[in-house]
């Protein structure tokens, strides 16, 4: 029944190790994101997918990689893991093409706390 | 262009009344209102899309002013159910298409 839901929950793992966080929709929604919410609880957008095609990639270190194998999943793999990628990391999906998101309000997974040692 | 929230953080008791505001230092084309609680996902509010457009939500309702390019979230009669961080997002007219969120509100309801 859940619109968009994230696996896992919570990530703990050591510096330099590689992770994967899952993200899938059942609400038929055209575009996809990963925002990341630091301790100060700023939201800041990451990536953004639209029918399996990347439309925003912000200023993200490349050791983040997104992949959206079909409109309804977007992962993310996160490569040398540091101690700032500590954070709460939510997936969050859109009605709409291109301009969806002027219109659309975004429904947003429960999140992935991913702690870094 | 972060759009910028004021107050940072409000306290209220149960029954009183509150305005968030957000603005932007560029055009808007719309503005999100979102709620989070501690520990939970932002949650929906309001989407404004046009100059001067008011919406409500229960007892919480918004307005946007296209020409002062901010809007304003007001909460009337507050309940504890309120308590949570209030963010606003915002989107500009040419602007790539991504919603960039303020950096919150956080709003306490005691009893």
């Known amino acids: 029944d859940t619109a968009v839901s994230q696996t896992p929950k919570y990530l703990v793992t050591q510096m330099g190790n590689d992770k994967s966080i899952k993200c899938e929709q059942n609400?038929?929604?055209?575009?996809m994101y990963w925002y990341k919410q630091d301790s100060k609880k700023f939201l800041k957008i990451m990536f953004s997918y639209n029918n399996k095609e990347l439309i925003i990639n912000e200023t993200v270190p490349n050791r983040f990689s997104p992949k959206s194998p079909d409109k309804a999943h977007l992962n993310l793999h996160i490569n040398s893991l540091e101690l700032g990628d500590s954070a709460v990391y939510f997936c969050?999906?859109?009605?709409?093409?291109?301009?969806?998101?002027?219109?659309?309000?975004?429904?947003f997974g429960n999140g992935t706390r991913l702690t870094v040692t | 262009q972060q759009p910028v929230q004021s107050p940072q953080a409000v306290i209220l008791r149960e029954g009183e009344d509150a305005v968030i505001n957000c603005s932007s230092s560029k055009a808007l084309y719309s503005v999100h209102w979102y709620r989070q609680k501690h520990g939970e996902a932002p949650v929906f509010l309001m989407i404004l899309l046009k100059g001067g457009e008011q919406k409500g939500h229960e007892k919480i309702s918004a307005s946007f002013n296209e020409k002062k390019q901010q809007s304003s979230l007001y909460l009337t009669a507050s309940q504890l159910s309120y308590s949570g961080t209030y963010f606003c997002g915002t989107s500009w007219r040419g602007g790539s298409e991504k919603l960039v969120f303020g950096k919150g509100t956080k709003l306490t309801v005691n009893p």
């Open positions: 609400l038929g929604h055209d575009t």
């Open positions: 969050a999906s859109s009605q709409g093409g291109g301009r969806g998101v002027y219109n659309s309000p975004l429904h």
